[in-house]
């Protein structure tokens, strides 16, 4: 109902009026909004920075994960050339008499995924955490061999 068509012009009625068009545009908008798994994702892998590193025989894959032992972290190969890396980082237990007067380290969920390359063998990755560092490693499959040329003999018709 738009107040202006019924020759109201009073300004209660302009901020009315604001308000239903607003909450018009929210309801056509909302069918495009992320998902709540979507957002999740998407500030764990936000907060999770990496390197990774190409050497002629593998890659490297190298995230800080300090205070983290290995049974918090999974490294895992999705659809076969995704490589996943999360898990959770989780808050300590307040001790009797203790509270936190400030609280800077992130807890909660953290992922990665990197899509691997076609020459990556996802049969052959190693994951090694040591000094709060994860170093995943990726071995390369060996370049194909270049295929041998076959002669033809022509044959005179």
Do not use: H, W
């Not at 929210?26 to 957002?39: C, E, G, L, Q």
């Not at 203790?98 to 990556?120: D, I, Q, S, T, W």
């Amino acid at each position: 109902m738009d107040f202006r068509i019924m020759g109201v012009d009073s300004p209660l009625f302009s901020t009315l009026q604001q308000m239903m068009d607003l909450a018009d545009d929210t309801d056509k908008s909302s069918f495009n909004a992320p998902t709540r798994t979507y957002m999740r994702d998407a500030k764990a892998m936000a907060a999770t920075p990496a390197d990774v590193k190409e050497y002629p025989s593998s890659y490297v894959f190298i995230i800080d994960m300090p205070g983290l032992k290995s049974g918090d972290i999974k490294v895992q190969v999705e659809e076969d050339n995704v490589l996943v890396i999360s898990g959770e980082r989780k808050r300590e237990e307040e001790k009797e008499g203790a509270k936190y007067v400030r609280m800077e380290r992130r807890v909660g969920k953290f992922m990665r995924k990197f899509v691997l390359p076609e020459n990556a063998n996802t049969d052959a990755i190693s994951a090694v955490c040591q000094d709060g560092v994860l170093t995943v490693t990726v071995e390369k499959l060996p370049p194909p061999k270049p295929k041998k040329r076959k002669k033809i003999e022509v044959k005179l018709a």
